[in-house]
């Protein structure tokens, strides 16, 4: 089937899902995850074969923990689901509303987008946690995965699929397209009409061929070159756990620190305590030479390596000789992701978040917050880096436009 027909059955089962009751969206919502949990075994299987084929394909460690599942990951990903069913439905909410003084009622309320596209790599919980926002918010998902996931992608789709059909609701609301062919990337990322916004999650390639090449409108989800900023009032204790959590509690996601920036005043106090950390736990300091200093295990830094997301169990690290200096390196080489301040002091702190430029600012936290299950928007669709619509992660409401309602009694305009 083309991509242009699934787009039809997708702009069909969209107008169904937009006069859906929340119970019904609720209710579809615990059958997929029940679905999920009862063929947990057919799934792990599909997953399997990826996992062989990425293993001879030579993919990273990092794809490879991406593309897995397991039992407590599958179950985790249908908690999701249900988790996504008990919070409020965003569509008909009203965002604003008033009575205008010629008597005229004016309510600017939610609406779902129509259809949404999503085009995603190696991450099969993508395929649900996109799936299921989409539904809750009223929106027809079609789905384009990668090649190294197709079985698992089409095994997760097939038990939503009968779920969601189950539950009285068109199995067209969930669709996923061919993998193997470049030519349905091009053809969704045409389908302007058909396709209400696009919204791809991925490597920085993948992004910037969906934003610079698709005639549909895109939501821009950013790669993570993701700072910690270790500031000259900083509890160094603290700035020890909240630096390796940030960049050690899992490498391959787009929250984790990638770039470490150390004030000069407390850079022979920190850094020796977070170099040994780091060495424990076999992450790679790419360094300056004020960082080198401190152990010979510290790799030369380049210009490329304060720009890169490693995904991998690598870290830049420079010493930076002032707050100012700070923010201007992070606003030249991060992507507008996650940026974080360790400081005890409130200015330097206000000051950090206000000329950060990212969609997340952390103070005295992890990076790793930056999600929306942490908070406590349920599975998100991904991280806008973007500043138009939509910033940060994108949960149910972001998934929605919205549209004026305006009642009269016979107004006509003079």
């Given at each position: 089937m083309s991509v242009t027909e699934q787009a039809r059955r997708a702009r069909e089962a969209a107008g169904a899902l937009a006069v859906a009751t929340r119970t019904a969206k609720d209710g579809a919502l615990?059958?997929?995850?029940?679905?999920?949990?009862?063929?947990?075994?057919?799934?792990?299987?599909?997953?399997?074969?990826?996992?062989?084929?990425?293993?001879?394909?030579?993919?990273?460690?990092?794809?490879?923990?991406?593309?897995?599942l397991d039992g407590p990951r599958v179950a985790g990903i249908a908690e999701a689901l249900r988790q996504m069913a008990a919070l409020p439905d965003p569509v008909g909410e009203v965002v604003r509303g008033s009575t205008l003084p010629n008597g005229l009622e004016l309510r600017q309320?939610?609406?779902?987008?129509?259809?949404?596209?999503?085009i995603y790599e190696a991450r099969p919980n993508v395929t649900v946690d996109a799936a299921g926002i989409c539904l809750k918010s009223g929106n027809a998902a079609l789905l384009r995965g990668s090649s190294s996931a197709a079985h698992s992608n089409a095994a997760l789709v097939a038990v939503l699929r009968d779920a969601v059909a189950g539950a009285g609701l068109p199995a067209d609301a969930?669709?996923?397209?061919?993998?193997?062919s470049r030519d349905s990337v091009k053809e969704l990322m045409r389908a302007r009409g058909l396709v209400d916004v696009l919204i791809p999650r991925g490597g920085a390639s993948l992004i910037r061929t969906v934003v610079e090449e698709s005639t549909v409108p895109v939501i821009e989800t950013g790669v993570g070159n993701c700072h910690v900023y270790v500031d000259a009032a900083a509890d160094l204790a603290k700035a020890v756990a909240i630096t390796l959590n940030s960049k050690t509690q899992r490498l391959s996601?787009?929250?984790?620190?990638?770039?470490?920036?150390?004030?000069?005043?407390?850079?022979?106090?920190?850094?020796?305590?977070?170099?040994?950390?780091?060495?424990?736990a076999g992450v790679t300091v790419h360094g300056t030479p004020e960082v080198a200093a401190h152990s010979a295990a510290v790799v030369a830094a380049t210009d490329e390596d304060h720009r890169t997301e490693y995904l991998s169990a690598d870290i830049s690290v420079a010493v930076v000789d002032s707050l100012d200096a700070a923010i201007?390196?992070?606003?030249?080489y991060g992507t507008g992701h996650t940026e974080?301040?360790?400081?005890?002091?409130q200015s330097a702190a206000r000051e950090f978040v206000a000329r950060v430029d990212a969609a997340a600012v952390m103070v005295n936290a992890s990076t790793r917050f930056t999600d929306g299950g942490e908070f406590g928007f349920g599975a998100e669709i991904g991280i806008s880096t973007q500043k138009l619509h939509a910033r940060g992660p994108m949960g149910l409401p972001e998934l929605t436009s919205t549209k004026y309602v305006v009642t009269g009694d016979g107004h006509l305009r003079g």
């Amino acid at each position: 089937m083309s991509v242009t027909e699934q787009a039809r059955r997708a702009r069909e089962a969209a107008g169904a899902l937009a006069v859906a009751t929340r119970t019904a969206k609720d209710g579809a919502l615990h059958a997929m995850a029940d679905a999920l949990v009862a063929r947990t075994p057919e799934i792990l299987t599909a997953n399997e074969a990826d996992l062989a084929a990425g293993r001879e394909a030579g993919l990273s460690a990092a794809i490879l923990d991406r593309l897995k599942l397991d039992g407590p990951r599958v179950a985790g990903i249908a908690e999701a689901l249900r988790q996504m069913a008990a919070l409020p439905d965003p569509v008909g909410e009203v965002v604003r509303g008033s009575t205008l003084p010629n008597g005229l009622e004016l309510r600017q309320v939610r609406v779902p987008f129509g259809v949404v596209g999503i085009i995603y790599e190696a991450r099969p919980n993508v395929t649900v946690d996109a799936a299921g926002i989409c539904l809750k918010s009223g929106n027809a998902a079609l789905l384009r995965g990668s090649s190294s996931a197709a079985h698992s992608n089409a095994a997760l789709v097939a038990v939503l699929r009968d779920a969601v059909a189950g539950a009285g609701l068109p199995a067209d609301a969930v669709q996923l397209l061919d993998a193997t062919s470049r030519d349905s990337v091009k053809e969704l990322m045409r389908a302007r009409g058909l396709v209400d916004v696009l919204i791809p999650r991925g490597g920085a390639s993948l992004i910037r061929t969906v934003v610079e090449e698709s005639t549909v409108p895109v939501i821009e989800t950013g790669v993570g070159n993701c700072h910690v900023y270790v500031d000259a009032a900083a509890d160094l204790a603290k700035a020890v756990a909240i630096t390796l959590n940030s960049k050690t509690q899992r490498l391959s996601t787009c929250n984790t620190a990638e770039s470490l920036l150390v004030h000069a005043d407390v850079a022979d106090a920190f850094l020796p305590a977070v170099l040994a950390a780091f060495a424990e736990a076999g992450v790679t300091v790419h360094g300056t030479p004020e960082v080198a200093a401190h152990s010979a295990a510290v790799v030369a830094a380049t210009d490329e390596d304060h720009r890169t997301e490693y995904l991998s169990a690598d870290i830049s690290v420079a010493v930076v000789d002032s707050l100012d200096a700070a923010i201007d390196h992070i606003n030249r080489y991060g992507t507008g992701h996650t940026e974080a301040i360790v400081t005890d002091s409130q200015s330097a702190a206000r000051e950090f978040v206000a000329r950060v430029d990212a969609a997340a600012v952390m103070v005295n936290a992890s990076t790793r917050f930056t999600d929306g299950g942490e908070f406590g928007f349920g599975a998100e669709i991904g991280i806008s880096t973007q500043k138009l619509h939509a910033r940060g992660p994108m949960g149910l409401p972001e998934l929605t436009s919205t549209k004026y309602v305006v009642t009269g009694d016979g107004h006509l305009r003079g």
